[in-house]
């Protein structure tokens, strides 16, 4: 008798970029909240408004002084890496939770869409005092909302500090993988061109 081998098939998960396509401030505000929309959010879920303009002039205060006293020590190139990484950073965070908020919004809608369903007991109305799985998502949903919002601040003042230090526009990191792939090729091409047609 011969054993059959089984595997058994991974659920299927939505891919997501693999480093190699740049984020920049526009992909955050693509997937974040807009102002209009973090302070919809935050007076429907009674929370606390996010102060988008405190946040974004304290982080670009920061970034600056800390350039100032790196300023005498470091070369204007290195200076320019350093803030390159700095400002990388803040941004891979605030995609990080822009990503985060948006799934959150699927999850809530998911959530409610499941309360028109009138064979679910799960789904049906809590006991009086408590909120519902629905509810509960949504409220989460808000949260991470203006987590993202907040963040999304941060790389904004970020952002602008490099661009006052450095004296030109941030560009996204952009891997050489593609580059450094076309060159292979080529000296593959030639490599083969060797042996002849």
């Given at each position: 008798?011969?054993?059959?081998?089984?595997?058994?098939?991974?659920?299927?998960?939505?891919?997501t970029p693999?480093?190699?396509?740049?984020?920049?401030?526009?992909?955050?505000?693509?997937?974040?909240?807009?102002?209009?929309?973090?302070?919809?959010?935050?007076?429907?879920?009674a929370l606390?408004?996010?102060?988008?303009?405190?946040?974004?002039?304290?982080?670009?205060?920061?970034?600056?002084?800390?350039?100032?006293?790196?300023?005498?020590?470091?070369?204007?190139?290195?200076?320019?890496?350093?803030?390159?990484?700095?400002?990388?950073?803040?941004?891979?965070?605030?995609?990080?939770?822009?990503?985060?908020?948006?799934?959150?919004?699927?999850?809530?809608?998911?959530?409610?869409?499941?309360?028109?369903?009138?064979?679910?007991?799960?789904?049906?109305?809590?006991?009086?005092?408590?909120?519902?799985?629905?509810?509960?998502?949504?409220?989460?949903?808000?949260?991470?909302?203006?987590?993202?919002?907040?963040l999304m601040?941060?790389?904004?003042?970020?952002?602008?500090?490099?661009?006052?230090?450095?004296?030109?526009?941030?560009?996204?990191?952009?891997?050489?993988?593609?580059?450094?792939?076309?060159?292979?090729?080529?000296?593959?091409?030639?490599?083969?061109?060797?042996?002849?047609?």
């Open positions: 008798m011969s054993k059959t081998k089984t595997t058994k098939n991974a659920p299927a998960t939505p891919r693999r480093g190699d396509t740049p984020i920049t401030l526009e992909t955050i505000r693509m997937i974040a909240p807009t102002h209009i929309q973090a302070d919809k959010i935050s007076s429907t879920y606390d408004p996010v102060d988008f303009e405190s946040i974004r002039a304290s982080t670009e205060e920061q970034i600056g002084r800390s350039a100032q006293a790196l300023e005498a020590h470091l070369d204007e190139k290195a200076l320019q890496i350093h803030l390159d990484r700095i400002v990388n950073a803040f941004v891979r965070s605030a995609h990080g939770a822009a990503t985060f908020y948006s799934a959150k919004v699927s999850d809530a809608r998911m959530e409610t869409a499941k309360l028109d369903n009138d064979h679910r007991d799960e789904d049906r109305d809590p006991v009086l005092g408590f909120d519902s799985r629905a509810a509960r998502a949504r409220e989460f949903a808000a949260k991470a909302g203006l987590n993202a919002y907040a601040a941060a790389v904004t003042g970020a952002i602008d500090a490099y661009e006052t230090v450095i004296g030109t526009d941030w560009k996204p990191y952009s891997p050489s993988g593609a580059s450094s792939r076309n060159v292979q090729r080529q000296a593959a091409d030639v490599e083969l061109g060797a042996f002849g047609a």
